[in-house]
């Protein structure tokens, strides 16, 4: 019981960054913008946050500095696919590949220093709850963070008006262009929000899972994300769903090297990767409700016509 | 009198590079009003309502509303000051119910509270007889049923100048006959009507006045109950066009195609299935399709020429059964396409005209061993052009500069030279100018007359009813019986269109 408890609760802390960046990359592609520079943001968010956590000694200002990085990046990406309506493919994957240089670059004098990171904070009375207690209300900030923010994404997505616009814009923005809805901005603000998501969960890595800074440290997090929000089928609660299992896969086989299970470690690393692809595969059947919740426009570049 | 005036244009220019779309328009829409804009395609009229609309700034002129100057930066603008547009193409989100489209185009405060707007929408459409259920998905609605979305919105909206850009192409008449009726209250109430139209009989009966446009100008106002339909097509085409084409009776011969209970199931929840269509058609007639578009014509189209596999059913083909075979099969043993798209599906937009006719004329001598014979080419090519009066520079032009009039020409002429024995043209004159419709009418009934079979897939009743021997309608995958057109009455046609035909009556074909 015991191990159990503590094999879920690591469970949710392995699938919390993946969470964030997928939540940023779900409203970022709702509007129909794709954009596969996860990686590069998360990698800048992280190293960024680092290194302002390291030199303030301030948790909350490594944290802001994340964000703003994800941000800063995610509107050089907008600039390029949204004003200047260039392919989103291209202009992701350089997203992607800048990041990954450029972190490596500017984090090279860091790696090797540790800090203290984000410290598991129960909330009172219903950490008590036997198991759930110690799951889902005995651990870090950021993880209560991804909470809200999962249930607020879910929320402004079908239930607000912002929501409403955001969806119009991802199906048709000519449509939405004639109805008078301003697709350019939405698309920025969209963007700009994944940004600030990828740059939270990168900061997530360096500042609480593993409180230090190695290159390329986010290992493929943020394409796995891509894939999650395409398997969740843009369903907030799908990529919950996604994220967690992506987690408890990738605890399961450290789990498994501890029970002294003898297969190759490439092969058990590969696991948390094939085990949500085929899920969320699984999950996506009905044709219908997949239909409703595509963005119709992703990755398609518009241009008002004038 | 300018107290009345609420849409007042004075020289309109807007040029796009290599075209004045617009050169100098005059247009007055009164208070009240049941205004058309008459012209053919490219005369300029999608281009003066987008400058209304705001969606394009014109290069000179002065618009004035309610007798105020005014420019207008946008479409939000627009609708701020009162002007509601329904296009041609719906600007409707398929993934959103009714209330939440509506809402899109309100202000905030306005579509908060969500229960007193599907209220508001329950009554406007109920009032203009239009009924309407806020919560269902515009998905699951009829083509009908989406328009009266946007033009519900546009009422609720408040709008005193309603633009409606060919509004009835994608009805059945009886629909058409509920629009009148919805756009005559409107009228009485003070609202005006900018009706875009190139139907003149819709334009005679229920229009005021009328505004002709061709290429780019003013060629008349008339008021059109009180003269006559060639008199506006004049107006509309000039002086050389012919307006009319010269139809013989056929003389059907023996049976040649028998389709019996096709059916396939379509994965794409939003598409059409087909549902037991069965038909016949004989050498040397005409058999028409009706339909509102999206109720299997496209389905029917790739079905018979092998893009889709049917499920069930048979499809005997000059004695011979081909529901397997492959499209380049099927094209070898005599039956020829022509699919609605032109650029894209029909013919491949950058791809020169000889190019174009290397992709389904091949099998005319045109290859040998697998080596493209390009003088062969380029006279099949030349040929199709002369014979076919193709506007262009050439068989090098490419598919995609040509006008959709010439571009349509070539694409039936490429088929009808290489002698098919079954014709199936899918909406061969849409958006096509009236010239070209009359060359390509005058085509298909060459074709006739020379022993092919041809169905005709079209939502034109008119060219139907002009060309046709026997027609029919489809609706949500299911085909009407086939009726002699010269017995068969607008009114049953409408009936058919809106799906109401007994299935059994539909399985057995009409002899």
Redesign the interface.
Same mark, same amino acid.
């Given at each position: 019981m015991e191990m159990l408890t503590n094999i879920l609760a690591a469970t949710v802390v392995a699938g919390t960054p993946l969470l964030l960046v997928a939540l940023g990359e779900l409203i970022c592609e709702r509007s129909g913008i794709l954009n596969l520079g996860q990686e590069g943001m998360m990698l800048m968010g992280a190293v960024a946050g680092f290194i302002a956590a390291l030199s303030s000694g301030s948790l909350l200002v490594g944290l802001i500095a994340a964000i703003a990085t994800g941000v800063a990046m995610s509107l050089f990406f907008g600039f390029m696919a949204i004003t200047l309506a260039a392919n989103q493919y291209a202009a992701g994957l350089a997203l992607t590949i800048f990041g990954t240089g450029l972190s490596a670059f500017v984090g090279s004098g860091f790696v090797g220093n540790s800090i203290e990171g984000f410290t598991r904070v129960a909330i009172p009375v219903l950490s008590d709850i036997p198991v759930i207690g110690r799951v889902l209300f005995d651990q870090d900030p950021l993880v209560y963070v991804s909470f809200i923010a999962c249930a607020g994404v879910a929320f402004f997505i079908s239930r607000t008006?912002g929501g409403?616009?955001l969806?119009?814009v991802g199906?048709?923005p000519?449509?939405?262009? !004639?109805?008078?809805?301003k697709v350019q901005a939405v698309r920025y603000m969209a963007v700009a929000f994944g940004g600030g998501m990828a740059g939270l969960a990168g900061a997530y890595l360096s500042l609480a899972y593993t409180p230090m800074w190695t290159e390329n440290m986010t290992a493929g997090r943020g394409w796995i994300a891509l894939a999650l929000v395409v398997f969740a089928t843009w369903r907030p609660g799908r990529l919950l769903l996604g994220a967690y299992l992506f987690g408890a896969a990738s605890i399961l086989h450290l789990v498994l090297q501890g029970l002294g299970w003898n297969s190759p470690t490439e092969l058990l690393a590969m696991l948390p990767y094939v085990v949500t692809i085929l899920m969320l595969v699984l999950l996506s059947w009905d044709?219908?409700r997949t239909?409703?919740?595509?963005p119709?426009s992703l990755g398609q570049p518009y241009r008002p016509?004038? | 009198m300018s107290a009345t005036q609420r849409l007042k244009l004075e020289n309109i220019v807007k040029e796009y590079p290599g075209c004045r779309a617009n050169d100098g328009i005059d247009l007055i829409v009164e208070a009240g009003e049941i205004h058309a804009l008459l012209g053919e395609n490219g005369a300029g009229k999608s281009t003066l309502m987008k400058v209304i609309y705001g969606?394009?700034?014109p290069d000179e002129g002065q618009m004035f509303w309610n007798g105020k100057p005014v420019q207008v930066a946008?479409? !939000?603008e627009a609708?701020g000051m009162g002007i509601g547009?329904v296009?041609q193409h719906?600007?409707?989100? =398929?993934?959103?119910t009714v209330a =939440?489209n509506i809402?899109?185009?309100l202000p !905030?405060y306005e !579509?908060?509270d969500r229960a007193k707007l599907e209220e508001r929408i329950r009554e406007v459409s109920a009032h203009y007889g239009m009924a309407l259920d806020p919560r269902r998905?515009v998905?699951t609605l009829s083509v009908g049923e989406r328009q009266r979305v946007e033009i519900v919105r546009c009422l609720i909206q408040e709008s005193t100048l309603l633009i409606l850009d060919e509004p009835t192409s994608v009805l059945t008449p009886q629909e058409v006959t509920t629009l009148f009726a919805t756009l005559r209250k409107l009228s009485a109430e003070g609202c005006s009507i900018l009706f875009i139209s190139h139907k003149l009989e819709e334009v005679r009966a229920l229009c005021d006045n009328a505004t002709v446009l061709r290429h780019g100008r003013v060629s008349g106002d008339c008021r059109p109950a009180e003269i006559s339909a060639t008199d506006i097509a004049r107006l509309m085409v000039g002086e050389d066009t012919p307006i009319s084409t010269r139809v013989t009776s056929a003389q059907p011969g023996e049976l040649l195609l028998e389709a019996k209970n096709l059916s396939w199931r379509c994965?794409?929840?939003?598409g059409t299935s087909l549902n037991k269509v069965s038909f016949n058609l004989r050498r040397g007639e005409i058999v028409g399709i009706a339909g509102v578009a999206g109720n299997g014509q496209d389905e029917l189209l790739k079905a018979l020429s092998g893009e889709v596999r049917v499920d069930a059913g048979s499809l005997e083909f000059d004695g011979r059964r081909i529901e397997t075979l492959t499209p380049d099969q099927r094209r070898g043993s005599g039956v020829a396409i022509v699919p609605e798209e032109r650029l894209g599906r029909g013919a491949v937009p950058g791809m020169t005209l000889a190019d174009n006719a290397l992709l389904t004329a091949s099998g005319q001598g045109l290859v040998q061993k697998g080596m493209i014979r390009f003088g062969r080419v380029r006279e099949f090519c030349r040929n199709v052009i002369d014979r076919f009066d193709v506007r262009c520079n050439g068989e090098t032009s490419t598919a995609g500069s040509l006008s959709g009039g010439n571009l349509q020409k070539y694409i039936i002429g490429r088929e009808a030279l290489q002698n098919p024995k079954l014709l199936v043209a899918s909406h061969p004159t849409w958006g096509v100018d009236v010239g070209s419709a009359v060359a390509i009418h005058e085509a298909l009934i060459r074709l006739r007359d020379e022993g092919a079979a041809i169905l005709l897939i079209s939502e034109d009743l008119d060219e139907l009813y002009q060309l046709c021997n026997r027609m029919g309608a489809l609706c949500g995958g299911r085909l009407s019986p086939l009726a002699e057109a010269s017995d068969l009455s607008i009114e049953q046609l409408g009936q058919w269109m809106a799906g109401e035909f007994g299935s059994e009556e539909a399985s057995h074909v009409a002899a």
């Open positions: 008006r409403l616009i969806r119009a199906e048709d000519d449509a939405a262009n !004639a109805n008078g809805l044709p219908a239909r409703l919740n595509t119709l016509s004038h | 969606l394009v700034q946008n479409p !939000a609708r547009m296009f719906f600007s409707l989100f =398929e993934t959103l =939440e809402a899109l185009g !905030a !579509a908060r998905y998905s994965d794409d929840p939003f």
